[in-house]
């Protein structure tokens, strides 16, 4: 039935009773080390499967790249940035979070011994800063957040009052609400709002005897002006709610993980050249790290590589996968890290968590490791450089990678004045310009990209293909988990 597509498949949790002799006499080869391949090469090893996993890089991981002291960034073009940051300090420079919802992860997490730790992903003590707010001063996120709830919970009560709602809501459910509103948005009891302590002081409370007041509240149009929604809903998506966590000592603790109980069956700098089917399965030939150029035969293949990536690799495959593979646009995001001392623990009492602008770099985040240490990793930016037509968006017009990090530092100055002088060390890592990625990740949820998505769910005989890209989950490495055990499954049952 479940061959019918009668019966809905067993997800990620079936996997764990495969039988350990079921891959006897079969091999597996598995293009590309990133989290949906070594997952793969993992669960189907432990069923018995012989398998080789081929990787470009001198790394494993794929996106899950962490840039500390002696890494080194280089683009297509030829340009490079070598890393020479402090002992200790790191910036992931592709996926830095785990929800606490993606439990596959967290599970492999625990599985192969990575430790966690709490990425603070929000702060109430991060700030705000528009041009049209405060005279351009940068206020704090728990101001904006609860001054604008105060506000909106002031216009609602009254609407309620006025009987603007008398069709929408009986006298009891209006009283509810009313009640509700009150707490909400920290009402008087004339259901106006004057200010809250959930907004900050004026002035910080101390140990004497004067009476502490309230910050006088930012006004609505001034709020709406600033228009800091995605600051404000930041943390309401779903997979950025708290609690998250990361890995200590940098995302790519998860990638080595996988690596060391791979041993050798991840051979790494090996550059696919075709991907081709036999009678009995698949051949994939490849560049080895010496140059010389082999093949493999195996019973199944599963390919993880990006889109963009495989477009220039010659294969069988049928003329419908390629015009999915040919159509499918990518993301294309960039993120910028500073070494700085930690001047926003000192003086702002920002403890991880994120501050935003209405600059052309809008996004200040914090480190959420080492706390109170002397220095730390500022990523000044993290946003797309086009947008989902493929036209640059105002950071992608700047050009030269000397204007972005201008702009870059224009937002930390204007978050936190006088301290873009701290800013040193700087990398800029554009994920269009990484070789063997070209991309953040594919371009999922537009609807033109639907047709792609269904039909490399679709095998091409005995090729798989597997990727966050081919899950629910775009851009986290939950999907591409869940993917490459879908895939893993799919080969069991043929089997």
């Known amino acids: 039935m479940q061959a019918l597509g009668l019966l809905?498949?067993?997800?990620?949790?079936?996997?764990?009773?495969?039988?350990?002799?079921?891959?006897?006499?079969?091999?597996?080869?598995?293009?590309?080390?990133?989290?949906?391949?070594?997952?793969?090469?993992?669960?189907?090893?432990?069923?018995?499967?012989?398998?080789?996993?081929?990787?470009?890089?001198?790394?494993?991981?794929?996106?899950?790249?962490?840039?500390?002291?002696?890494?080194?960034?280089?683009?297509?073009?030829?340009?490079?940035?070598?890393?020479?940051?402090?002992?200790?300090?790191?910036?992931?420079?592709?996926?830095?979070?785990?929800?606490?919802?993606?439990?596959?992860?967290?599970?492999?997490?625990?599985?192969?011994?990575?430790?966690?730790?709490?990425?603070?992903?929000?702060?109430?003590?991060?700030?705000?800063?528009?041009?049209?707010?405060?005279?351009?001063?940068?206020?704090?996120?728990?101001?904006?957040?609860?001054d604008t709830r105060g506000h909106l919970a002031e216009l609602f009560s009254k609407a309620i009052h006025q009987g603007k709602l008398d069709e929408l809501l009986t006298q009891e459910d209006g009283e509810r609400l009313v009640a509700f509103l009150k707490t909400y948005g920290d009402l008087s009891d004339e259901l106006t709002y004057t200010g809250t302590e959930r907004a900050g002081y004026a002035v910080a409370r101390s140990g004497g005897t004067d009476s502490a007041q309230f910050r006088k509240p930012l006004g609505l149009d001034d709020l709406l002006t600033a228009n800091f929604v995605k600051g404000e809903f930041y943390e309401d998506r779903l997979d950025w709610q708290a609690t998250m966590f990361q890995p200590v000592g940098g995302m790519d603790r998860i990638a080595y993980a996988f690596a060391d109980r791979l041993g050798g069956l991840v051979r790494y700098r090996c550059l696919v050249k075709e991907i081709r089917r036999t009678e009995r399965g698949v051949r994939v030939v490849y560049a080895a790290a010496d140059a010389a150029v082999t093949q493999i035969e195996a019973d199944f293949c599963i390919c993880t590589l990006p889109v963009p990536i495989l477009r220039g690799i010659p294969n069988d495959f049928s003329n419908a996968t390629r015009q999915a593979i040919e159509e499918w646009s990518m993301v294309k995001q960039y993120k910028i890290g500073w070494q700085a001392p930690r001047f926003w623990e000192r003086e702002n009492h920002i403890y991880g968590g994120i501050s935003f602008s209405n600059q052309t770099v809008d996004l200040l985040w914090y480190p959420s490791d080492r706390l109170f240490s002397s220095h730390g990793v500022l990523i000044a930016g993290y946003n797309y450089e086009t947008d989902d037509a493929g036209a640059p968006t105002d950071f992608g017009r700047l050009g030269s990678m000397a204007a972005k990090l201008a702009a870059s530092r224009t937002s930390v100055e204007k978050l936190h004045p006088?301290?873009?002088?701290?800013?040193?060390?700087?990398?800029?890592?554009?994920?269009?310009?990484?070789?063997?990625?070209?991309?953040?990740?594919?371009?999922?949820?537009?609807d033109s990209a639907q047709p792609a998505y269904r039909q490399m769910h679709q095998s091409e005989g005995n090729i798989f293909f597997a990727g966050d890209y081919l899950s629910q989950i775009v851009g986290w490495q939950e999907g591409a988990a869940l993917s490459a055990r879908r895939v893993v499954g799919e080969i069991a049952r043929r089997v």
């Not at 002992?87 to 599985?111: D, V």
């Not at 890592?429 to 953040?440: E, F, Q, R, T, Y």
């Open 418 to 446: 006088g301290h873009s002088k701290d800013l040193t060390k700087p990398i800029y890592v554009s994920w269009a310009a990484i070789p063997h990625s070209l991309g953040s990740y594919a371009n999922t949820h537009l």
């Open 8 to 146: 809905a498949q067993p997800e990620a949790a079936s996997l764990g009773s495969l039988p350990r002799d079921l891959g006897t006499g079969k091999r597996v080869v598995i293009l590309g080390a990133g989290i949906a391949g070594m997952i793969a090469a993992y669960e189907l090893r432990k069923a018995g499967f012989a398998c080789t996993v081929l990787e470009a890089r001198e790394r494993p991981g794929g996106r899950n790249w962490t840039i500390r002291n002696g890494s080194t960034v280089t683009f297509t073009d030829g340009t490079m940035q070598r890393c020479d940051w402090n002992q200790g300090l790191y910036m992931n420079a592709g996926p830095a979070r785990i929800p606490s919802i993606h439990r596959t992860m967290l599970g492999y997490c625990e599985e192969l011994g990575v430790p966690l730790e709490v990425e603070i992903n929000t702060s109430r003590s991060a700030l705000m800063q528009s041009d049209e707010l405060n005279g351009g001063r940068a206020v704090e996120q728990r101001q904006v957040v609860y």
